[in-house]
């Protein structure tokens, strides 16, 4: 949908309804890209378009924050495939990944004011996402001024102290 109004509405019911339950965080919204019909989380994201997701997410964000809830906007980044996604090295170039993949979680911390970001599975120029110095320090936290968490997904970190020098503030299980 196109609805911003819409957008906020949901926005709003999710956000009423995580405080009523004395939720904290959300895990949500996805705003990665739709690539292949294959990937397990289509359902979940905003579009296959980067300026529908980004101009839907921004007032659903700012609707269920408006409760107290923090949102986790996921899955940063260039998370687009379901097949070997904790293995898939994803190779774009800068133009790519700024005009693609970029502009929704850009509108999420800039224009929502997101309060924290979950990483992906996947590797970005041969390092993990959550691992990731170039997405999580020089863009996320240094382009865009993000100050909030940044957390991993359930088992995406793979080396703890790597992935804390690299900008992830709070690892989720590992499944051990």
Partial sequence: SWDKEMSMLGGTSIGEEARYRKK???LGPGVSICRTPYDGR????MGEDPFLSARMCVPYIQEV???GVAVCVKHYALNNQEAHRHKYNAVVDDRALYEIYLPAFKAAVQEGGAWSIMGAYNLFENAHACHN????NKI???????DGAVISDWG???NTVEAAKNGLDLEFGTGT
């Avoid at 110095?133 to 999580?136: F, G, K, P, S």
């Avoid at 996320?140 to 993000?146: A, N, P, R, T």
């Fill in 24 to 26: 904290d965080i959300l």
């Fill in 42 to 45: 289509n359902f979940e994201y």
């Fill in 65 to 67: 924050q408006k409760n």
């Fill in 133 to 136: 110095d170039r997405l999580l």
């Fill in 140 to 146: 996320l936290k240094q382009e865009w001024g993000f």
């Fill in 156 to 158: 995406g970190t793979y």
